[in-house]
């Protein structure tokens, strides 16, 4: 299968440059997997596709405001960092703007003095490895200084950094936000917890990898970028009970996906307490082993998230609802609108 086969044709006025002022406003492509049949809601009308005994199943990673602008303490030049993980104590991995001003030895001054950046290495793809130095609490100083990474398709300043983070954002670490979850209130999730629906979360830190482009003809040939997940006991627990008992589980996102299926692939259908790095690759092929049914927002040609929404249907229907998406304007992307593909009624409680 060739990453062409996943390109499709996106009017630019349809990427979602800013965030709607009620999250639940958004609209809402219902996809059928049992059929072709296409409906089209408002995202609060998602309530109305779960039934009692659904386990709804959310990704809490908080974003982290990563991306900095200092000085070299050695020229003045203006240099930006991006935060991408965290692999030792004060030690990340970046990418920096712009490399090549930057060696190993090179000290960034941010806030006057208040974070410092030393280069202490480079990695594989060409970002940069710092070791920062401060006085107090490093999440505080960054919460102070740095300023949220929207993805390079949003030219727009964001206004209220808050609403590129869900409500129920608590696990610092991402680079960019779980952004099917955006879509959700508070209000909403009681209301769905109010009609007997479990609602539980995991944590997955989203990678920049998200946004990287497919530089590969065959899909065989692309090696996905790795991201650091961890499910508690209690929410294994219940999505087994769910899932044994009859009831759908319902997966908000691609990240929630890649987790669940990364953790029933390594215990054979079952979820249990974990904690690792995974880098699995869903592709139309993969059989699944967890989720029953997925809300999600409407991603970039060629990107590896089109592939695997289009694993849990098809190519065919997926480029299909797209297609429709765009005739009647749908907003693309990080904040765009959103997308909820059916369980398939045959499939409902039964465990692969």
Known sequence: ??????????????????PLADRTSSKLLVLDKDSDEISHKTFKDIIHEFQAGDCLVLND??????????????????????????????VWETLVKPAKRVKKGTIVSFGEGLLRAQCVGETNHGGRLFKFSYDGIFYEILDQLGDMPLPPYIREKLSDQDRYQ???????????????????TDQLLDEIRGIGVEVVFLTLHVGLGT????????????EMHSEFYRLSK?????????????GRIISVGTTSTRTLETIATKFNGKLQE????????IYPGYQFLCIDGLITNFHLPKSTLVMLVSALTSREKILHAYEQAIIHKYRFFSFGDA????PSKQQKGVRA
């Open 1 to 18: 299968m060739q990453v062409e086969d996943f390109d499709f044709q996106l009017p630019e006025e349809l990427i979602a440059q800013t």
């Open 61 to 90: 990673t908080r974003v982290l405001p990563a991306r900095l602008i200092g000085i070299k303490e050695e020229t003045g030049a203006n240099i930006e960092i991006l935060l991408l993980k965290q692999t030792e104590d004060d």
């Open 166 to 184: 869900t409500v129920y954002a608590k696990e610092r670490g991402s680079a960019a936000a779980p952004t099917a979850g955006l879509h959700f």
């Open 211 to 222: 946004f990287r482009p497919v530089s590969v003809e065959s899909i065989d040939d692309h």
């Open 234 to 246: 209690d929410t294994a627990d219940t999505i087994n009970r769910v899932k044994d008992s009859g």
């Open 274 to 281: 974990d904690s690792g790095w995974t880098s699995i690759f």
């Open 339 to 342: 997308m909820f593909i059916r």
